[in-house]
């Protein structure tokens, strides 16, 4: 009985070290992200968009709506970063109230503010890196 508990045991102490193995770098990078987002978001988005993302009614539109911001992935730093003074069509919705700029962002803080974004609200859209906001930001208008 012995050597069937301690067999159980040492099969349970390696299938835990294998499931622990398979944690990748880039979904503990994207954890990390998604965390210090959400602290960004609370402090620099919700009071506009709401804790759900929702918006306000005409005024301030969702970041519910997944195909806008998968067919906009690279504006979205320039919009955080610059704000944004043009309508924009929503859930079949225009908005025309203008957003602020957020030029103290750093380009860090915007992937991890969009990797939190875009992956909330009904959103899933993986991990923005800092590199691919620097090259957007390039392209800023």
């Given at each position: 009985?012995?050597?069937?508990?301690?067999?159980?045991?040492?099969?349970?102490?390696?299938?835990?070290?294998?499931?622990?193995?398979?944690v990748?770098?880039?979904?503990?990078?994207?954890?990390?992200?998604?965390?210090?987002?959400?602290?960004?978001?609370?402090?620099?988005?919700?009071?506009?968009?709401?804790?759900?993302?929702?918006?306000?009614?005409?005024?301030?539109?969702?970041?519910?709506?997944?195909?806008?911001?998968?067919?906009?992935?690279?504006?979205?730093?320039?919009?955080?970063?610059?704000?944004?003074?043009?309508?924009?069509?929503?859930?079949?919705?225009?908005?025309h109230?203008?957003m602020?700029?957020?030029?103290k962002?750093?380009?860090?803080d915007?992937?991890?503010?969009?990797?939190?974004?875009?992956?909330s609200?009904?959103?899933?859209?993986?991990?923005?890196?800092?590199?691919e906001?620097?090259?957007?930001?390039?392209?800023?208008?």
């Amino acid at each position: 009985m012995r050597k069937i508990l301690l067999g159980f045991c040492f099969t349970l102490l390696v299938f835990g070290i294998a499931l622990n193995a398979c944690v990748t770098e880039q979904s503990v990078k994207y954890t990390r992200y998604f965390a210090d987002g959400a602290q960004l978001y609370k402090s620099h988005c919700q009071n506009c968009h709401s804790a759900t993302g929702q918006g306000l009614a005409q005024l301030i539109p969702p970041l519910t709506d997944t195909p806008f911001l998968r067919k906009h992935r690279a504006i979205l730093p320039c919009i955080v970063q610059y704000g944004i003074a043009d309508s924009i069509t929503i859930h079949q919705q225009g908005y025309h109230f203008k957003m602020p700029a957020n030029p103290k962002l750093a380009a860090i803080d915007l992937a991890k503010l969009l990797t939190f974004v875009t992956n909330s609200f009904g959103n899933q859209q993986g991990l923005y890196d800092v590199s691919e906001i620097e090259n957007h930001l390039k392209n800023c208008r």
